[in-house]
């Protein structure tokens, strides 16, 4: 029996989804899509709803549930990480109601207890991806999803999330903020960089969006980081041991001195980074930490 079937089985009377945002409009389609059935679709706007219940097929919609008849067997909660323990808190105890899950990465399941004081049939699922207009049909494609709280629950989610074509892993409350920790560095702080990037070319008379001077560079390196350890994908003057480039970099930040102390961490960083290549001459490490120290600061060498 495929993952799908079996999940079929387990949700005869398909799934809810509150908030059609972008996460939420994704997962109604994706389920769709798949064949799962969606019972019913919930949001503030009412004309974002709707659209989503033309493309699914879905009969039951509106801005609240009116009954717990309306609801599916699990009810996805697809709200800002803002609105989630108030929502709980609002809706109640339902017994022998439908499992509630929520798709915060921030979050952990236990939000939800006001719904299941016991903690069986509340979850978090978390996408592990940015979901957007372009990609709503694509997103769920190989993307892992983090699944915690209520044992029994997350195992049967397990499945549907693999019939959708994502890659389900299983977490425990702290394992959970520490994936979403880690995707912050990785997704979230491109964002400033490229902002301190456009900045720099601004304050130095440099007429032409970073995105677009940098854009093919950028590209290349994030195929080599989806391919190769970081440190193996390291370019620049600190890999070289290029003091007198480090140098000239720090003579520009004097006019654009807000950047100068995230370049110095970002640089002690890299330069601990490179120290791990095997093949790497070291000899000016030395010389290149000290530029990193922040202004006016003399300490020994790590």
Not at 28 to 37: D, F, I, V
Not at 150 to 167: H, T, Y
Not at 241 to 251: K, M, R, S, V
Request: hydrophobic share 35%; proline share 7%; glycine share 8%.
């Amino acid at each position: 029996m495929t993952p799908f079937e079996s999940s079929r089985q387990m949700f005869p009377r398909g799934f809810t989804i509150i908030g059609t945002g972008r996460l939420g409009s994704s997962l109604a389609l994706r389920l769709h899509n798949k064949g799962y059935l969606i019972r019913s679709l919930y949001n503030r706007s009412l004309a974002s709803c709707e659209r989503i219940a033309g493309s699914t097929g879905t009969e039951i919609f509106g801005t609240y549930p009116a009954t717990p008849a309306e609801l599916g067997d699990v009810v996805f909660l697809c709200l800002p990480d803002d609105q989630i323990a108030g929502f709980a808190e609002k809706t109640g105890l339902l017994k022998d109601g439908p499992a509630w899950v929520h798709t915060s990465g921030a979050a952990p399941a236990e939000v939800l207890l006001p719904l299941s004081p016991g903690g069986t049939g509340i979850a978090s699922m978390h996408p592990v991806q940015t979901f957007t207009a372009r990609n709503r049909e694509t997103a769920f494609n190989q993307c892992f999803v983090t699944l915690q709280g209520d044992p029994e629950l997350c195992g049967n989610l397990k499945k549907v999330v693999e019939a959708i074509g994502a890659r389900p892993i299983i977490v425990d409350r702290h394992q959970k903020t520490a994936i979403h920790l880690a995707a912050v560095f990785v997704c979230n702080y491109m964002a400033p960089l490229f902002h301190a990037s456009q900045e720099l070319l601004t304050d130095n008379g440099i007429e032409v969006r970073s995105r677009d001077l940098f854009g093919p560079m950028v590209r290349q390196t994030v195929e080599g980081l989806l391919s190769h350890p970081p440190a193996e994908v390291l370019t620049g003057p600190i890999v070289r041991g290029d003091a007198g480039t480090i140098d000239q970099h720090l003579d520009i930040l004097e006019n654009s001195p807000k950047w100068d102390p995230l370049y110095r961490q970002l640089g002690k960083v890299t330069l601990r980074l490179a120290r791990t290549l095997e093949e790497r001459d070291s000899s000016s490490d030395s010389e290149l930490y000290r530029r990193f120290l922040p202004k006016n600061q003399d300490v020994p060498d790590e």
